[in-house]
Nanobody
């Protein structure tokens, strides 16, 4: 069973950039399609981005397309989310997740079997 740990969150001003990392342990990252989700206070968890096993296929949520980039380094068992041009609306807890092995890159939250604890991102105006 894979365990996931996010890092890299913080407080920054609008327009800034941040890179989140997610390290996997207890399993091989390359065995899973991976995703990033976020949850703002009082809102449902929202799809951000997903990436295929080898990184050749990516999909993004409409609100982050063109600003965020998902990537992975399977040799380091690490998933990344580069976030640029951040806005106050990006404020949320960000979670990485590993999809069930029967699925490729997917937007659907119920396709993900393993979740990290989350890292907080706060963007001030």
């Amino acid at each position: 069973q894979v365990q996931l740990q996010e890092s890299g969150g913080g407080l920054l001003q609008a327009g800034g950039s941040l890179r989140l990392s997610c390290v996997a342990s207890g399993g091989t990252l390359s065995s899973y399609a991976m995703g990033w989700f976020r949850q703002a206070p009082g809102k449902e968890r929202e799809f951000v981005a997903t990436i295929s096993w080898a990184g050749g296929t990516t999909y993004y949520g409409d609100s982050v397309k063109g600003r965020f980039t998902i990537s992975r380094d399977n040799a380091k068992n690490t998933l990344y989310l580069q976030m640029n041009s951040l806005k106050p609306d990006d404020t949320a807890d960000y979670y990485c997740a590993a999809a069930s092995r029967m699925y490729g890159p997917t937007r659907l939250i119920n396709h993900y079997a393993y979740w990290g604890q989350g890292t907080q991102v706060t963007v001030s105006s």
